[in-house]
């Protein structure tokens, strides 16, 4: 993984431009919980199949049962608690959880045509989450070398912050993989069976919209997604 942070926060990235030349994203929700490692597999006959020329882009938006994922670097130590099933992926990072009320994007764009820049397109991927984030009055933002969007905590004391979505992503043959996770209620105590994406400073945990004390379903957050990402990354055509 890119050392993307060291970068931002010299003031020198931005987010890609929308590409208003290329063919529509293909848009897709899945209407039931996806195995993981059917999502894998069908990811990566996406990539290829983009790569290729044979399928336009794609932004897949899925729950999955839960389960724990272990990015390349997964440290061994940081999961506490097998509960769920251990996936290892591909991804940068460190470990996860996935599970219902979860919103998970995966993200299958052409770098190539949009600009073969991976720092800036993970700065649009939390982009997209901020602004997402903000049409439900929630203030997110990024934070020095820790990957993801957060929000502040007060509430919980000085200094307290939480992770509301994580980012991991994968490139192969300049198609991306993997994306985003969004929590919007998932059961917060299936975090605690892992050390989320390698913090373990006690003032930085996890949280949802529901935590938040922000009422919103998935199909509310999915129209939010889709119309930052049109303006963001350029136009979508729901899968027919």
Not at 52 to 68: F, N, Q, S
Not at 186 to 208: K, M
Not at 225 to 232: A, I, K, N, P, S
Request: proline share 6%.
């Amino acid at each position: 993984m890119v050392n993307i942070r060291s970068e931002l926060w010299n003031g020198r990235l931005e987010t890609l431009d929308p590409a208003a030349e290329l063919p529509p994203v293909e848009w897709r929700v899945a209407a039931h919980l996806v195995p993981y490692e059917e999502a894998v597999s069908t990811m990566a006959a996406r990539a290829a199949a983009i790569a290729d020329g044979r399928a336009p882009e794609l932004v897949w938006l899925i729950e999955h049962p839960p389960l724990y994922t272990a990015g390349t670097s997964a440290k061994p130590e940081e999961l506490i608690d097998a509960r769920f099933p251990v996936h290892a992926t591909g991804r940068g990072g460190q470990f996860t959880y996935h599970g219902p009320g979860q919103r998970i994007a995966y993200v299958m764009l052409d770098l190539k045509r949009r600009g073969p820049d991976v720092r800036r397109f993970v700065v649009t991927l939390e982009e997209w989450i901020i602004r997402t984030l903000a049409s439900f009055g929630v203030d997110g933002g990024r934070r020095d070398e820790r990957i993801g969007v957060w929000v502040p905590r007060s509430d919980k004391g000085a200094g307290h912050e939480d992770k509301i979505a994580a980012v991991g992503i994968r490139v192969q043959r300049w198609i991306t993989l993997h994306g985003i996770a969004m929590n919007i209620a998932p059961e917060l105590a299936h975090f605690s069976g892992i050390v989320p994406c390698g913090v373990s400073d006690a003032r930085y945990g996890v949280t949802s919209l529901a935590d938040l004390g922000v009422s919103a379903t998935l199909a509310e957050v999915d129209t939010a997604l889709r119309r930052e990402f049109g303006e963001l990354f350029g136009r979508t055509e729901i899968a027919g």
